[in-house]
Structure formats: structure tokens, C-alpha cells
């Protein structure tokens, strides 16, 4: 269950990326679609994945990443895909929840 929780996870992340290129091609065009995902890879990868140089402590992380997760429904919903967003923003709350619950917060830690 928890390997499926957290290739969900993985998912989501990918997913969040799409959104916020929808996102800065509708604000500003291909751009900004593409500048957008590019800046939030970079700061995921430096400081919510798994394996971050950086490191926080869980409960930061989880929030962290949480909030970057819903800020790209949030996006999307701006974009005019008000049915996707909604969709991602539960989707990304119940694949939380469920890893919290699992006592795995941070996807991929061990």
C-alpha cells in the first residue's frame, strides 16, 4: 500500500509540473510555461524530494510540499480547468493523509 501511496506521490509531483505549465502558458505563453516547471523541478529537487541536499526536518518538508502540490491546482483552476484542479487538489490531500497516516509524510523517505 505504501509503494503505491508513493508512486501516486511521484504522479502528483509530475502532475503539478503540468499544471504549472498550463498555468504560465495561459498567464503569459510558452515562456513562462516552461520557465515555471523548470524553477519548481529545481527548488523540489534541492529541497522536498526524497534525497534533497538540503535538508528539513518533516514537518516543514511535508508542508512545503503540500503547498506547492496545491498551489498547482490552484493554477490550473486559474488556467479555466476548474474540474482538473479539484481533482488534483483531493487527489494530492488524500495521497497525503494517507501517507501521514502510513507514518510515511515525507514520500520516499526511509
Not at 534541492?46 to 541536499?53: C, G, I, T
Amino acid at each position: 500500500m505504501v509503494a503505491l501511496l508513493e508512486g501516486l506521490a511521484f504522479l502528483l509531483e509530475l502532475a503539478a509540473l503540468a499544471a504549472y505549465a498550463v498555468w504560465g502558458d495561459h498567464v503569459a505563453g510558452i515562456g513562462l510555461a516552461i520557465a515555471v516547471p523548470v524553477v519548481v523541478a529545481v527548488v523540489w529537487g534541492a529541497a522536498l524530494s526524497p534525497r534533497a541536499p538540503i535538508r528539513l526536518a518533516p514537518a516543514p518538508k511535508v508542508a512545503l510540499r503540500l503547498g506547492v502540490l496545491l498551489l498547482s491546482a490552484v493554477a490550473l483552476g486559474w488556467a479555466g480547468h476548474r474540474g482538473w484542479a479539484i481533482g488534483l487538489g483531493a487527489v494530492v490531500l488524500a495521497d497525503t493523509v494517507l501517507l501521514a497516516a502510513l507514518g510515511r509524510a515525507v514520500p520516499g523517505a526511509r
